[in-house]
């Protein structure tokens, strides 16, 4: 099977691409709104909306601080809001050096 986003060969049963990280195929995995913990510049807000809907962050941040130069200031207070109400994405537990898998292709 080939990843649709690369272009490289992966694994039949594969869920995500192991080169790229995008999700596999027709597999259709269950997609919550979260906060991210990795690349957050302050609260994870626009990494998260990013990873939901599959876009760059930088064009999530660039829209967000667009919309926030307007006069009104709504962007600003949904944000908070956002900050507040969405749950942060869960820890990934690590693997002890000693116990990781080494692939070999």
């Known amino acids: 099977m080939y990843c649709n986003y690369c272009g490289k060969v992966i694994q039949d049963d594969a869920n995500l691409c192991a080169y790229c990280g995008k999700r596999a195929g027709a597999v259709v995995g269950r997609k919550r709104l979260v906060r991210a913990r990795a690349g957050r510049k302050i609260a994870g807000v626009c990494g998260g909306f990013a990873?939901?809907?599959d876009i760059d962050v930088t064009l999530v941040r660039l829209v967000?601080?667009?919309t926030a130069l307007i006069p009104v200031g709504a962007s600003l207070i949904a944000y908070v809001i956002a900050w507040i109400i969405?749950?942060?994405?869960?820890?990934?537990?690590?693997v002890p050096a000693g116990q990781q898998a080494i692939n070999t292709q």
């Open 86 to 94: 969405l749950p942060e994405e869960p820890a990934m537990a690590s």
């Open 51 to 53: 990873e939901y809907f």
């Open 64 to 66: 967000w601080l667009i």
